[in-house]
């Protein structure tokens, strides 16, 4: 329910900052404001930033498919691209008009542009409240509502400039600050053009990892019984964690602060839980080093699928077991003899394992 509430604001805001940007494009032509006009550039600017963060969130609700992963991005990539394109151009346009404007002025009717530029802060302002309530638990929202802040903040800039035209026609304001919006409008498309033309020069390697271990014992735990909305809401965070991990391998300060809060914020959860709860009820499954061997695990797992062998050289019968373990596949070989518990698909192994491993290029 929360996923089709975000995806209904995405809608939303899209929608109104495709209203707003085409209301200043024309705003601009009738009252012959420059600043209008880079304003609504800017806002165009985020209306494809918007768009593009709708795709990522539309995708990232999708079930996982290998083959189509690769597309997804690589639509997505072009996008930006073309669009930081687009308003590089646009920009080096207005801001080489705006230096003409110095030189040969003409008439820009202020009421025109005071109108159309508390229309456009008023509907930034409004995008900011209807993203604010999801922006603190998802990347993609996030960076949409930090978009609306900085066209708000364009927008305030442009309603002062047009309280001076009009009371006092102060009309140089009109090409200074076109020029203040497009440099910063300018900035933003170099850095998103260059940022997607070296993602999509270099194309990624369909790879993946083997993983399996040995173990001499181990335990069969019953699953930890969640509803539907529980399920979705985890598959959410998880999706919006590895967001927030990609973003700060690229160096981005935010999301570091926010996977430390949210760390924070895990432990003391837990903390609160295990006066009432036992540990195993709280993890659902986990992996890390056992003793000072680098080869061995301790690990927790769900079983996904399980069968019967038996060794050829020693005839002892085995489990062979395929476990989700932190969202990673395990093979699993474990004598049968000293499972403590039932196997079955849904319960859970818990045991200490040698691992080996393999990439798959």
């Given at each position: 329910m929360n996923k089709d509430h975000t995806t209904?604001?995405?809608?939303?805001?899209?929608?109104?900052?495709?209203?707003?940007?085409i209301a200043e494009f024309l705003g601009g032509i009738f009252s012959g404001s420059l600043a209008l006009l880079s304003d609504a550039v800017h806002n165009l600017s985020d209306v494809g930033a918007i768009i593009l963060s709708f795709i990522a969130h539309l995708i990232s609700r999708r079930s996982r498919n290998n083959n189509k992963t690769f597309g997804y991005e690589r639509a997505e990539t072009l996008a930006a691209f073309t669009n930081g394109v687009v308003l590089i151009v646009i920009s080096v346009v207005?801001?080489?008009?705006?230096?003409?404007?110095?030189?040969?002025?003409?008439?820009?009717?202020?009421?025109?542009?005071?109108?159309?530029?508390?229309?456009?802060?008023?509907a930034n302002i409004i995008s900011m409240l209807a993203m604010h309530r999801d922006a603190k638990g998802n990347l993609n929202v996030r960076s949409t509502f930090i978009h609306m802040l900085s066209d708000a903040l364009s927008s305030v800039a442009v309603v002062i400039g047009a309280v001076f035209i009009y009371f006092w026609n102060v009309t140089w304001l009109d090409p200074v600050l076109t020029i203040l919006v497009s440099l910063?409008?300018?900035?933003?498309?170099?850095e998103i053009t260059m940022k997607e033309c070296q993602l999509g020069m270099f194309p990624k390697m369909n790879t993946s990892v083997t993983l399996s271990g040995l173990a001499l014992s181990g335990k069969i735990l019953l699953p930890v019984r969640k509803s539907e909305t529980q399920v979705k809401n985890e598959i959410e965070a998880s999706n919006n964690r590895k967001q927030l991990l990609n973003a700060a391998r690229s160096g981005d300060q935010t999301a570091m602060e926010s996977l430390t809060l949210d760390d924070i914020d895990t432990y003391s959860k837990v903390s609160r839980r295990l006066v009432s709860e036992d540990i195993f009820t709280i993890v659902d499954t986990y992996f890390m080093p056992y003793g000072v061997e680098c080869d061995m695990y301790s690990i927790l797992g769900e079983i996904l699928a399980m069968r019967e062998r038996k060794n050829s050289l020693t005839g002892e019968e085995v489990y062979q077991m395929k476990l989700n373990v932190n969202?990673?596949?395990?093979?699993?070989?474990?004598?049968?003899?000293?499972?403590?518990?039932?196997?079955?698909?849904?319960?859970?192994?818990k045991g200490t394992i040698w691992l080996q491993g393999m990439i798959n290029f």
């Open positions: 209904k604001r995405y809608v939303f805001v899209t929608l109104l900052n495709v209203i707003i940007t207005l801001f080489v008009e705006a230096i003409q404007r110095f030189w040969e002025p003409e008439h820009i009717h202020g009421g025109i542009m005071l109108v159309v530029s508390i229309i456009g802060l008023l910063f409008v300018l900035h933003e498309a170099y969202e990673l596949q395990f093979d699993i070989c474990v004598p049968k003899a000293q499972v403590l518990g039932e196997p079955q698909i849904g319960r859970r192994f």
